[in-house]
T-cell receptor, first 111, second 113 residues
């Protein structure tokens, strides 16, 4: 069974701090990695994807990938209350377009 | 563009009833997907389609059926509803050249009693 593991949280950080969200995966054939944000009662929306080892930055968001450790993370700098949501990690194997999702981490940013 | 639309938004079914969840996208996307999300859980893929006339099973297909007669529509059929099918159902679509981005519909909340 290919699994994607996330700490369910809740992760609570003060406004302006860095939030760090972590994800591990079991399938070494995974090649593409995604972070989705899901507000309560809403549908998921893609924040970032990353393919290569290292960091990828987009505004306040940085995705980090370490394939040797089978680990992917999402850093949110200068966290805002509007970042409060569940963050879902998803992985894809090769060119297979099917995604395997983790259960998500609930992030709360306190004003 | 409306994007991905789903109907109904909410439905209560009795055990053994059947229903169809509708999904339509107006982005001319090749790929379409159905997921279910149980409380506190991630999304599980039920069925997917890579184009009109082509469908395949995902992780949790039992109790569901799909069809894809057009590029735009991808309905999900529940036959003989069971309490275990109580969930939120999301439809999503993506484009062949941009498969990284799956666009999700607003979801259908289904309660089976």
């Amino acid at each position: 069974q290919k699994e994607v593991e996330q700490n369910s949280g809740p992760l609570s950080v003060p406004e302006g701090a860095i939030a760090s969200l972590n994800c591990t995966y079991s399938d070494r054939g995974s090649q593409s990695f995604f972070w989705y944000r899901q507000y309560s009662g809403k549908s998921p929306e893609l924040i970032m994807f990353i393919y290569s080892n290292g960091d990828k930055e987009d505004g306040r968001f940085t995705a980090q990938l370490n394939k040797a450790s089978q680990y992917v993370s999402l850093l949110i700098r200068d966290s805002q209350p509007s970042d409060s949501a569940t963050y879902l990690c998803a992985v894809r194997r090769g060119s297979n377009y099917k995604l395997t999702f983790g259960k998500g981490t609930l992030l709360t940013v306190n004003p | 563009n409306a994007g991905v639309t789903q109907t109904p938004k909410f439905r209560i079914l009795k055990i053994g009833q059947s229903m169809t969840l509708q999904c339509t996208q107006d982005m001319n996307h090749n790929y379409m997907y159905w997921y279910r999300q149980d409380p506190g859980m991630g999304l599980k893929l039920i069925y997917y389609s890579v184009g009109a006339g082509i469908t395949d099973k995902g992780e949790v297909p039992n109790g569901y059926n799909v069809s894809r007669s057009t590029t735009e529509d991808f309905p999900l059929r529940l036959e003989l509803a069971a309490p275990s099918q109580t969930s939120v159902y999301f439809c999503a679509s993506s484009y062949l050249g941009q498969r990284e981005t799956q666009y999700f519909g607003p979801g259908t909340r289904l309660l089976v009693l």
